[in-house]
């Protein structure tokens, strides 16, 4: 079965840090650029983070940049978004998709998406 399952979301107080896990089950991550997506109580879904299938390039909303660290392991397919110095305004579910054939830009405006997660809730409070 093709399926993405996030992990490792929580409640964390302000200035904590939490490590999200997406990993993929039933096809190869190798191939496939993924983005982390997030999604806070009464808005629209926001790109957060994505990274490359070829060379590794990655992108970072200008929310999170300096705090989320995106990567990705390959051998055990499995990328992970290390998030630093979390806010309250970080409270939100976050998706992580995968995608081939497509680019980065792309992602963003949530087309050439094969698959998504079903979520992991984060919540940030004291």
């Known amino acids: 079965q093709v399926q993405l399952v996030e992990s490792g979301g929580g409640l964390v107080q302000p200035g904590g840090s939490l490590r999200l896990s997406c990993a993929a089950s039933?096809?190869?991550?190798?191939?496939?650029?993924i983005g982390w997506f997030r999604q806070a109580p009464g808005k629209e879904r926001e790109g957060v983070s994505c990274?490359?299938?070829?060379?590794?390039?990655?992108y970072y909303a200008d929310s999170v940049k300096g705090r989320f660290t995106i990567s990705r392991d390959n051998a055990k397919n499995t990328v992970y978004l290390q998030m630093n110095s979390l806010k309250p305004e970080d409270t939100a579910v976050y998706y992580c998709?995968?995608?081939?054939?497509?680019?980065?830009?792309?992602?963003?405006?949530?087309?050439?998406?094969?698959?998504w997660g079903k979520g992991t809730l984060v919540t940030v409070s004291s």
């Open positions: 039933g096809f190869t991550l190798d191939y496939y650029i």
């Open positions: 998709a995968a995608g081939r054939h497509t680019t980065i830009q792309v992602m963003l405006y949530y087309y050439g998406i094969n698959y």
């Open positions: 990274i490359s299938s070829s060379d590794g390039s990655t």
